[in-house]
């Protein structure tokens, strides 16, 4: 099995990897102080077409796919994991239910702005209730008429509090299936509708520059053009999305665990103790070779499961797998780096402490790691 990249996603891994080290990295360590993304930033991202790199020409995009947004996140989350989830949960959350489960006129309508990145869209599944447990899901639309009214409330939800945050999905129980589990619909719900409140950014201990919101609906009234696929498929498409969001959180990892060795390989050469650098000392020497090892086996873990998408084959299981192994070595790699790095490591001046902040949330969104080795015992037939 050959999973390099094709010529054109290494053009795009090139191009990408000169945008973050030109006009991320410099940024990232002051955005991160500000707990905001800086607006300059967002919009030279849509400039260079950063929004745009899944979905189809015919919507604005430039066609990468799938394949082509994971290539992108690894390279942004070398340098700053707060821009990669930006993005992200921009094209893999927002954009990616709308062009896989909207009809045509919604695509027509949200999608070319979206892909511009003159606007961000949302995901809003999460609940102060329920996580991982989506049977605990309490936001509930009632139809009257062609309307539904919704009431509920989400959180932790990335990219709502933006200046062009424009819509959010919303997952909501619509009624009770026949095997008395929640029947869920997916809503398209936009910013600025009478009853959705954005409540203010959320403080993070990681990812700090992305926006992170509360969601308070209060009688809100959506059209019922714009429900998002057939009533009651709306927890089918989330979990789709999920599987999806899953590979791209794995390439995220996977590019904060590359940043830990490319920091980490930079100071030992620099870095002197005992009379020499301490690249010359073989514990440091085998931290950083066990760094490279986990970045290069998560790699290929995800590109097995990007292909995979790509191809229409079945890909939960490798997307479970990439994500539980990326994010666990990303977290285990960002404490080595710290380690490596001594001191200066514990510094918030230090890059390696940012990605030591930012690394822990990846075992815990999109599917915690728990939920993941349940999903891979799952089909490994080991559940009821």
Known sequence: MDLDLSPELEALRKRVRAFAEEEVAPRAAAMDAAQRLDDELLDRMADAGLFGVALPEAYGGQGGGYPA??????????????TAITVEAAVGLGQMPIYRFGTEAQRERWLPALAAGAEIAA???????????????????????????????????????????????????????PDG??????????VGTPGFTVGPRRSKIGWRGAACTDLELTGVRVPLADQLGARGDGLRSFLRTLDEGRVAIAALATGLAQGCVDECAAYARRRTAFGAPIARHQAIQFKIADMELRAHTARLAWRHAAARIAAGRPFGREAAIAKLYASEAAVTSARDAVQVFGGAGFMDDSPVARFYRDSKVLEIGEGTSEVMRMLIARHLGLTA
């Open 181 to 190: 589990r929640n029947e869920v619909t997916a809503l398209v719900v936009p």
């Open 123 to 177: 995901f809003g599944l999460s609940e102060p209730q329920g996580g991982s447990d989506t049977g605990a899901m309490r936001t509930r639309a009632e139809l009257h008429g062609d309307t539904w009214v919704v009431d509920g409330a989400k959180s932790y939800i990335t990219n709502a509090g933006l200046d062009r945050s424009s819509l959010v999905t919303v997952a909501a129980v619509t009624g009770t299936r």
């Open 69 to 82: 947004l994971c290539v992108a996140l690894e390279e942004l989350a070398r340098v700053d994991s707060a």
